[in-house]
């Protein structure tokens, strides 16, 4: 019995991953990515990488806002910061565990979105862009006006997700999993809904909102839908990120934190939910490793100033890629693999079965 369920998985794996190149490659960064603790990684990688992971799930939050129903967002800091300072406000008046803190949190960022989705419903385009770009940087003067209650510069403090007594390691190897883990399942989610019936509605309305109207679909619903969604997962990455970094402040509404998710979803692949989380990664590696190599050998009289360098050179790449390459990394690479794809013999798999049972 156990020899059965082990073939039929071996054949459901070699049927719809293995022989699939574009799903192949993706489990095996999943194993990487899985993997890479294990390896003794300096701890500020390893710090690095969880905010990745963070990032990324904002960003995919933000693909399927914008990539998907074509709501443009230049502020998706406001969704992040709500479940930041939700999380903090709650432990800090009454105390609340965290996992307490983090469903109500992720209720008060689907109430901040069903706010601000409502009136952002009757602008649109560049209109829409300035409207939301502004919404965090209002809310950051109200924390800074009512410092008393929201602590300004000095910020919130919270308890740690894990105690320290686990270790200075372990804890830092559980923040890293917990994110990782959190990515996953945000990025799985939201996939399906993009691929659902539910994602097809929202891809006419990027299409065309009239025609859209015209044959039935009740347009404001699934528009306040798509940015209910967005806020959620918005939210759950500035949750857990407050409990990672131990204190919340003004800085979780940064205009850098609407950016960064709209820079790596253009460079892996806007409206396909797996390239924010290739672009975040590449983001990364080219921040972190590529750029500061390449300054310190080019020009090392400007290495003091690696990290505005940097920046100046990833934005001018992004341009590049928005005029070049505008569907992204990652849809080049899947669709580089897809035209090498040899898939299984569907019958042949079948017939083979037939033959062990006889």
Request: with cysteine; aromatic share 14%.
């Amino acid at each position: 019995m156990p020899f059965k369920h082990i073939r039929r998985a071996y054949t459901s794996f070699a049927t719809h991953v293995y022989d699939i190149p574009p799903r192949m490659l993706a489990f095996l960064i999943f194993i990487i990515l899985s993997l890479l603790p294990l390896t003794q990684l300096d701890l500020t990688i390893l710090q690095k990488l969880t905010y990745m992971n963070i990032i990324a799930i904002l960003a995919v939050s933000w693909d399927l806002l914008v990539g998907r129903t074509g709501q443009i967002s230049m502020g998706h800091a406001i969704f992040y910061g709500a479940g930041a300072y939700g999380a903090a406000l709650l432990f800090k008046y009454f105390g609340w565990p965290v996992w307490m803190t983090i469903p109500i949190s992720l209720l008060v960022g689907v109430g901040i979105a069903v706010a601000v989705g409502l009136p952002c419903l009757r602008v649109k385009g560049p209109y829409l862009a300035l409207v939301t770009m502004s919404l965090p940087l209002a809310v950051t003067g109200f924390l800074y006006y009512y410092s008393d209650v929201f602590g300004a510069d000095i910020g919130i403090p919270l308890n740690r997700m894990f105690p320290i007594s686990i270790g200075f390691r372990n804890l830092y190897v559980a923040n890293y999993y917990l994110s990782f883990i959190l990515m996953a399942i945000s990025a799985v989610i939201i996939y399906k809904i993009a691929t659902s019936r539910t994602g097809v509605v929202f891809v006419s309305l990027l299409d065309d909102e009239l025609a859209s109207k015209a044959c039935g679909i009740n347009v404001t619903k699934y528009k306040l839908m798509g940015i209910v969604i967005s806020g959620l997962f918005g939210s759950l990455a500035g949750c857990v990120q407050a409990y990672f970094a131990t204190r919340v402040m003004p800085n979780f509404l940064d205009v850098s934190i609407s950016l960064l998710p709209i820079i790596v979803t253009i460079v892996g692949g806007i409206g396909t939910i797996y390239g924010p989380l290739v672009g975040t990664y590449i983001y990364y590696l080219a921040n972190e490793y590529l750029f500061p190599t390449i300054v310190n050998y080019v020009a090392p009289q400007y290495s003091q100033y690696t990290g505005f360098v940097s920046s100046i050179i990833f934005m001018s790449i992004v341009i590049i890629f928005v005029i070049r390459w505008p569907r992204g990394i990652a849809r080049v690479i899947v669709d580089k693999l897809a035209d090498i794809q040899e898939p299984r013999e569907i019958e042949e798999i079948e017939q083979k079965k037939v033959k062990h049972k006889g």
